[in-house]
């Protein structure tokens, strides 16, 4: 089996865990052994590294960059900084990522890169530097470019990454016009696109809204219907944690508690997101809230706390055998890429309890990166063309209604229906579709098979079936 023969030589066996949720739900599809080959294999593993001038001498960064399936083009997926990053880790990450698109129903393939740093432990210029080098490796060996392959913002990189490599890459391809388009999660005065910033968190919250909102499912778990009240642990306070806790608490739920990798706190009644995030930025650390009741020097005990909802949104590994018989959630929302280890899962199903899959649950970052790109291809901002004339056709018709009707709105009223939407608001208008109707396909294909135990399963059954269409399409597979 691929697995095994692929990873052999890692040290750790995420893309195995990847591959053995993929095994799972492959037979509940029907295509030819070959076929599934292919899709579960990492088509191009560039592994290379490049060194850095520090102080008086040299530093050599070991750097990665996979693209996992070419069945469609561009391939795309974010670049981890991390000192724990390595192979094994990528591979599995740009998997979930082909997984994540076709689920979702974005074209690309999926990849993901990696550079092995603690960017606490470098400056800002070395941090520059290493990302414009990691950008010039790419483009040497054509793994980067907007209709090749597009990275994007993940663990321990953001706006400031991205806009270097987009500069890099600009340069270095000059007169080429769709360059921006070599990258996603750019600042918005580098044409990135409004909410792409949020977009994984607020992703991660509908998703559980979603979910929570099935009545029938809900009174399986014992918990009524809806956000309202919930109690959450969220797990991470950086893009996604952060985002996914802003938004779940504009939903209705509370959030009890917060993991951080120094420790966790807990209060029954509620936490304010902000104060502890800037408790937490003035403190640098999440232990001392005065807001809290109960806290942990042990991280990892702040997620088997009371709650109804449980988001790990840090990094894989989380929840395995050793933790999950004390989590106390009903339900696990994968803000994380591979928070859940298969036998974690598979007793957590058992219990009767959701798992709301990291390829489904945080794909709300890559559906906005697609906006970002289609904006940096069209080279227009969403709305330019058309909100005026909106407003003007919403003008006409509400004065029209107005003098034939008699009645009069208030300047509220008027422009509530006036106004022609923003960037902003189509790019959340676009994100929160994409994610309510992929949770009702994967409900769907479960509810349809009832040997099919999880929604993870019932998403794998979705993507592995996408993709087999692709490659069929191409001619390869009759
Ligand atoms: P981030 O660097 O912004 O934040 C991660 C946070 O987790 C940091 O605050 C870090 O201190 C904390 N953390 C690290 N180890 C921890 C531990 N053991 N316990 C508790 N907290 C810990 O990263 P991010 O972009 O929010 O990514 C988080 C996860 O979400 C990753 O798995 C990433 O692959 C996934 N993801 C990110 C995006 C995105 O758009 N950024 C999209 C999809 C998936």
Redesign the pocket.
């Known amino acids: 089996m691929a697995k095994s023969t692929e990873t052999a030589h890692l040290e750790t066996n995420f893309f195995g865990d990847v591959c053995e949720f993929f095994d799972h739900a492959a037979q509940f599809t029907s295509h030819p052994e070959g076929l599934l080959d292919q899709i579960r294999s990492c088509n191009s593993v560039y592994r290379f590294r490049f060194p850095i001038r520090r102080g008086n001498g040299f530093e050599v960064i070991d750097a990665w960059r996979v693209e996992h399936s070419h069945h469609k083009s561009p391939t795309k997926g ?1 670049i ?1 900084y991390s000192d724990m990053v390595n192979e094994d880790e990528v591979m599995a ?1 740009a998997a979930l990522m082909s997984y994540k698109c076709a689920i979702v129903n974005v074209p690309f393939g999926g990849a993901k890169g990696g550079i092995k740093i603690n960017p606490k432990n470098y400056t800002v210029a070395e941090l520059e530097n290493i990302t414009r080098r990691y950008t010039v490796e790419l483009i040497k060996k054509n793994f980067i470019g907007p209709g090749i392959d597009v990275p ?5 990189s ?1 706006e400031r990454e991205m806009s270097w490599i987009a500069d890099t890459y600009q340069t270095m391809n000059p007169g080429q016009l769709d360059a921006l388009g070599c990258v996603t ?1 750019k600042p918005l005065a580098l044409h990135g696109i409004a909410g792409r910033r949020e ?2 968190g607020r992703g991660v919250a509908i998703s559980i809204r979603e979910c929570v909102d099935v009545a029938e499912d809900m009174i399986k778990l014992g918990l009524t219907p809806g956000l309202d009240g919930k109690k959450v642990i969220v ?7 952060y985002h996914s806790a802003k938004y779940l608490i504009e939903f209705g739920a509370t959030v009890v508690g917060f ?3 120094e420790g966790a706190i807990y209060n029954e009644n509620g936490l304010d997101l902000d104060d502890v995030f800037n408790h937490r930025k003035s403190t640098g650390s999440i232990l001392g809230f005065s807001g809290a009741q109960v806290e942990f020097t042990n ?1 990892s005990e702040g997620l088997e706390q009371l709650c109804d909802i449980l988001v790990p ?4 590994n ?1 929840i395995t055998e050793h933790n999950i018989g004390n989590i106390k959630a009903k339900i696990i929302a994968e ?5 859940t280890t298969p036998a974690a899962a598979a007793a957590f199903i058992e219990r009767g309890c959701i798992i709301i899959p990291d390829m489904y649950c ?1 794909a709300g ?2 559906t906005v990166s697609y906006f970002e790109w289609l904006k940096n291809l069209s080279h227009v901002a969403f709305g330019r063309m058309d909100k005026r004339y909106e407003e003007t056709a919403n003008r006409n018709l509400v004065n029209m209604v107005e003098k034939t009707t008699g009645v009069t709105l208030d300047s509220v009223q008027r422009n509530l229906i006036i106004k022609g939407a923003t960037e902003l608001e189509l790019v959340n208008s676009g994100l929160e579709d994409t994610m309510i109707r992929s949770y009702h396909e994967i409900r769907e294909i479960k509810m349809n098979n009832p040997k099919i135990d999880s929604l993870r399963t019932a998403a794998f059954v979705s993507s592995i079936d996408k993709i087999a269409v692709s490659y069929m399409n191409m001619g390869i597979w009759p």
Do not use: K, M
Not at 235 to 241: E, F, S, T, Y
Not at 313 to 316: G, I
Not at 335 to 339: E, I, L, M, S
């Open positions: 974010g981890r990450l994007a913002p993940d663990y321990g953001g999660g977009a994984t797990q991470g306070l950086g893009n996604v944690g993991c951080e990798y991280s949104a840090a990094l894989e989380q803000g994380a890429n591979g928070p945080n970052g890559v």
